[in-house]
């Protein structure tokens, strides 16, 4: 097996790393760090989870000496992810003496400022790093390292300008590091602006079956939240993740749970940033244990102790539903992975099937007690009927499947043809 010696890591933080009970590379940090020691532009292709920021982290820090100049820029696309990577870079290197700063949006300018004027390496989200370039507060001119973390949320959230101006402030003759969870031409185009001739490490991003267990419980619309409630309740102990589309139905759902008596909170871009801290921090130190958030809040959450991960709302691309389920499963613990499914999300689950079809199983929700959280709550609505082409299964639906709008089977997830 190798070693983070074989790797040419310093004894001094092999010690740091242990102290935190990291005793052996990661299949992504046996290939990426080699390469960075030896200046290469590098592009790496790593699934959430695979201990990517100990990759880029080590070997900055055993290259960088304390300066009080900034040698080393992280650019990352959330608050969240950015005082993740911060805080991992501060552990390891304090005894090394570094100076690390994290800027971002919804905290004060002025002592993100202070932090900059001795630090050597800044990590950072591209909005709060331009504002303060343009403000003449960072000075990237002796930047040595360039990294981009999670480039492809970077071009999702729509940064890919902002990334293009920072990168443009620092010098030409730099290291670039490049990490993606996933690959497309959009992530390729942005490689040729800022990578130079990289070196390429492109890990699958597979799901330990043997680890991750992944089902989906299929119930009527009305019936989400009270079966949500009714498998917390028998899902065992640990720290518990439920992803919503909305902002709105994370506050809705967090607050439903905590009405039945579950220890729950929420997590969304709505939140001021003192309050999401202080959340993620709560429920990293288990003060509760099932957190409902949407796909952005989460983003920087790091936690290994989560055992489950609950999808009320299934994310219409299935990249996102991997990203998602990534979160269980880590460092040789199990995990389960769940959906709970419904009529308006069997689209995007034919989609999800495509991919993940042999690994996820069907689950009979069985009997569980209705809780109806709707004040005025409508009168049901005539079901109809529609009869899946491709297996002959059935369909129920609140309107006439007369060809206007999509209909889906509920046993394949086929779009149904008009009947």
């Not at 331009?130 to 001119?141: H, P």
Request: hydrophobic share 35%.
């Amino acid at each position: 097996m190798t070693s983070f010696n074989d790797l040419g890591v310093s004894n001094s933080l092999i010690r740091e790393l242990q102290k935190d009970d990291i005793n052996s590379p990661t299949r992504v940090q046996v290939k990426s760090i080699p390469l960075i020691f030896n200046d290469s532009d590098l592009l790496v292709q790593s699934e959430t989870g695979s201990g990517k920021t100990i990759s880029f982290a080590v070997p900055l820090i055993d290259a960088i000496k304390p300066s009080g100049v900034v040698k080393a820029l992280v650019i990352t696309p959330t608050r969240e992810l950015a005082r993740q990577v911060a805080g991992e870079f501060k552990k390891f290197s304090d005894a090394k003496g570094l100076g690390v700063a994290i800027v971002y949006g919804g905290a004060s300018i002025r002592r993100q400022h202070s932090e900059i004027r001795e630090a050597d390496i800044v990590v950072g989200t591209p909005g709060r790093l331009l504002d303060m370039i343009g403000r003449g507060m960072l000075d990237l001119r002796a930047v040595e390292y360039l990294v981009l973390d999670e480039a492809d949320r970077m071009l999702d959230m729509g940064f890919v300008d902002d990334v293009s101006k920072i990168i443009n402030y620092t010098p030409s003759e730099r290291q670039g590091l490049m990490f993606s969870a996933t690959m497309s031409g959009r992530v390729l185009k942005l490689m040729d602006k800022f990578l130079d001739d990289p070196k390429k490490i492109m890990l699958d991003n597979k799901l330990d079956s043997k680890l991750l267990n992944q089902v989906y419980y299929n119930v009527d619309s009305n019936d989400k939240l009270s079966f949500l409630v009714h498998y917390l309740k028998n899902s065992g102990d640990g720290l518990k993740l439920v992803f919503c589309n909305t902002k709105h139905w994370t506050r809705k759902v967090a607050g439903f749970l905590k009405k039945q008596g579950l220890r729950a909170d929420c997590l969304n871009g709505d939140m001021s940033q003192h309050l999401r801290e202080k959340v993620l921090k709560r429920f990293t130190n288990s003060k509760f244990e099932i957190l409902v958030a949407t796909d952005v809040a989460a983003r920087g959450l790091d936690v290994d102790d989560i055992t489950h991960v609950i999808n009320y709302d299934l994310p219409s691309d299935p990249k996102r539903y991997t990203h998602r389920i990534g979160r269980t499963a880590r460092n040789g613990r199990e995990g389960t992975a769940v959906i709970i499914l419904s009529e308006p999300d069997y689209s995007s689950m034919d989609r999800v099937m495509q991919e993940h079809r042999d690994v996820i199983e069907r689950r009979d929700p069985g009997d569980f007690k209705h809780l109806d959280f709707r004040k005025n709550r409508r009168k049901s609505k005539k079901l109809f009927k529609a009869v899946c082409d491709k297996c002959g299964g059935r369909a129920r639906l609140p309107f006439k499947p007369d060809g206007s709008r999509p209909v889906f089977c509920s046993d394949c997830f086929s779009k149904i043809k008009k009947r």
